[in-house]
C-alpha cells in the first residue's frame, strides 16, 4: 500500500532545459544589459571598478594569482547577476550585493571556478609550448623560412586557444546563475549551460562576435571603454539566461 504524499510537496528540482532562440535575440540581450546600466550608471561603475581591482590584485601575485583570479570569477559573476535581478524586479540593487556569492553559493560556485581556472591554466601552458616551440624553431632555421615557422606557430596557437577556450566558456556562461538561482549542482549546471550554448550556438556566436567588436573598441581609449562594456556584457549575459532557460 502505498504512502500518501505529505503536503506541501516539494517542488521538482530545475532540469536546466533551454529552448532555441533566434539568431536576432543577442540583440535584445544588448538592449536589456544597456537598460540596466543606464538606469543606474553609478552603481554599475562602482561595480566593475571595484571587480577589476580585486582581479587585478590577485593576477600580479605570482604563480598563484592568477589561477585564483578565474578561481573566484563565477562567484563575482552570480554576485553581478543578483544585482540584475534586483534591479530587473524593481528593488534598489546594494553594492554589497556583488559578494552574495562568497555567501549563500560558495561551495557549489567554487567548483565551477575551480573547472575555468584549470582550464584557463592548462589552455595556457598548450599555447605557450607551441608559441614557444615555433618561436625556437624560427630562430633556428632563421630566413624566410623561420619566418613562416613562427607565423604558423601563432596561428596554431591561436586555434588551440579556441579549440580549448570556447568550450570552457560554454559550460561556465550561465553556470554560476543555474547554481545561484536554481540550485543546480555544479557539474549539471555546467552541462546544463553547455548544451543550452550549443543548442543556441548561432545566437552566441553572433552575441561573441559582437563583444569582441565592442572589447575592440573598448580598448582603443586605453582600456577604459570596459568600464562600460564590462556591465552591459553582464546585464545582457543575465537577459540571456532568462530568454534561453524560460523556466528561470
Given at each position: 500500500m502505498s504512502e500518501t504524499p505529505a503536503f506541501p510537496m516539494a517542488p521538482a528540482a530545475f532540469s536546466g532545459r533551454a529552448r532555441r532562440v533566434d539568431a536576432g535575440a543577442c540583440f535584445d540581450w544588448l538592449r536589456q544589459g544597456w537598460a540596466l546600466f543606464v538606469a543606474e550608471p553609478a552603481l554599475w561603475l562602482g561595480v566593475t571598478v571595484l571587480s577589476l581591482i580585486g582581479l587585478l590584485a590577485l593576477r600580479i601575485v605570482p604563480l598563484l594569482g592568477?589561477?585564483?583570479?578565474?578561481?573566484?570569477?563565477?562567484?563575482?559573476?552570480?554576485?553581478?547577476?543578483?544585482?540584475?535581478?534586483?534591479?530587473?524586479?524593481?528593488?534598489?540593487?546594494?553594492?554589497?550585493?556583488?559578494?552574495?556569492?562568497f555567501q549563500a553559493s560558495a561551495t557549489n560556485l567554487v567548483p565551477v571556478g575551480l573547472a575555468y581556472a584549470v582550464a584557463m591554466l592548462l589552455g595556457g601552458i598548450?599555447?605557450?609550448?607551441?608559441?614557444?616551440?615555433?618561436?625556437?624553431?624560427?630562430?633556428?632555421?632563421?630566413?624566410?623560412?623561420g619566418l613562416g615557422m613562427m607565423f604558423g606557430g601563432v596561428l596554431l596557437s591561436g586555434l588551440l586557444g579556441l579549440v580549448l577556450v570556447v568550450p570552457v566558456?560554454?559550460?561556465?556562461?550561465?553556470?554560476?546563475?543555474?547554481?545561484?538561482?536554481?540550485?543546480m549542482p555544479p557539474v549539471e549546471a555546467m552541462k546544463a549551460s553547455f548544451l543550452a550554448c550549443a543548442q543556441n550556438a548561432l545566437a552566441m556566436g553572433v552575441f561573441l562576435l559582437i563583444l569582441l567588436v565592442l572589447a575592440f573598441f573598448a580598448a582603443l581609449p586605453v582600456g577604459l571603454g570596459f568600464l562600460l562594456l564590462l556591465p552591459v556584457a553582464m546585464g545582457a549575459i543575465y537577459a540571456a539566461y532568462r530568454d534561453i532557460f524560460p523556466a528561470t
Open positions: 592568477p589561477f585564483a583570479a578565474n578561481l573566484l570569477m563565477p562567484l563575482l559573476a552570480a554576485g553581478g547577476f543578483s544585482l540584475c535581478r534586483r534591479q530587473s524586479e524593481g528593488d534598489k540593487p546594494r553594492l554589497e550585493t556583488l559578494f552574495v556569492g598548450v599555447v605557450g609550448l607551441t608559441v614557444g616551440g615555433s618561436v625556437a624553431g624560427g630562430l633556428w632555421t632563421g630566413g624566410t623560412v566558456l560554454m559550460a561556465v556562461l550561465f553556470a554560476p546563475a543555474l547554481v545561484f538561482f536554481n540550485g
